[in-house]
């Protein structure tokens, strides 16, 4: 299960009076109303936490406790992860950098996400799905505002891209229809370099879209996962309307570009 694996009922009395004594606080960095011990958090989803780089990759072997708090308005809900020291004798939350809002938070207020194409190790993988789930960078409700306006900017880098190496090889990856963000959700260090191109004029690097396949959010109240939908804000909705899109937007590169959209694409790659 990748949920808790170790029920409280198990975690000796000592540890849960030091969980007990851990400042742990809300949304609004006020101290939580209550808090219930919920289980060890379960290696499979320390583990995807420890895809972030500013995560020590020890942390799956690490001893960390799931806590689910109440806030101090009585009805919003958290889940902490207190990390116990290896003779439990202290403990503390971990905490970790939404990138948008820059607000320190726990990992279950970060969304996980999927890359269709994604090659690394099988470690991290989610036992029902090949391909491995990661810790991203933003918390639901900036990736809900982020989402809104993604779509119209991918649009704006076709049809105005900053160099041809960026048009030739957008243009090669086709249309976008889900979010991406090199930032929010960075590829493995070994795969970056899959989705950078250098500015013909320049020399500057320059990082592709990459498309996520699916996204989810750890729910606190049902202690399950929240399938997050990955489709960008005003994007066609049927197969049959992102085929015309995309053969409309075409017409348009062309008309935009002229003859030297065909020299452009048919140059090679960098």
């Known amino acids: 299960d990748i949920a808790t694996t170790i ?11 030091l969980i007990d004594n851990v400042e742990l606080l809300d949304q609004e960095e006020v101290p939580v109303s209550s808090r219930e011990i919920m289980g060890m958090v379960s290696p499979e989803r320390l583990a995807i936490w420890a895809t972030r780089e500013d ?15 109440v806030g101090s308005d009585g009805e919003s809900i958290v889940e902490h992860a207190v990390v116990l020291n290896s003779d439990g004798t202290s403990a503390e939350p971990l905490m970790i950098e939404c ?3 820059y607000e320190e938070m726990s990992p279950s207020a970060l969304v996980e996400y999927q890359y269709q194409d994604d090659a690394c190790s099988s470690s991290v993988d989610n036992k ?15 990736l809900l505002s982020f989402r809104a306006g993604k779509f119209k900017m991918w649009e704006q880098r ?13 243009y090669a990856i086709g249309p976008v229809y889900q979010i991406f963000d090199h930032i929010m959700f960075p590829s493995p260090p070994d795969e970056k370099s899959q989705f950078d191109v250098v500015d ?37 909705s049927t197969e049959s309307e992102r085929d015309a899109y995309w053969k409309n937007l075409v017409h348009k590169l062309k ?10 694409l048919q140059q090679p790659q960098k």
């Open 7 to 17: 029920m409280a009922s198990i975690i000796s009395d000592s540890i849960k009076a």
């Open 55 to 69: 995560i020590s990759d020890s942390l799956p072997q690490e001893t960390v406790i799931a806590v689910r708090c």
């Open 99 to 101: 990138k948008v809002s």
């Open 128 to 142: 029902n799905n090949s391909h491995p789930w990661r810790l991203s960078l933003v918390s639901l409700p900036y």
């Open 158 to 170: 076709m049809m105005q891209p900053t160099c041809k190496a960026e048009f030739r090889r957008m």
């Open 200 to 236: 013909d004029t320049s020399g500057k690097k320059i990082t592709l879209p990459r498309p996520v396949s699916a996204l989810r959010i750890w729910n606190a109240t049902t202690q399950e996962y929240d399938v997050v939908d990955p489709t960008l804000d005003g994007t066609p």
């Open 255 to 264: 008309e935009t570009f002229g003859e030297d959209m065909e020299d452009i």
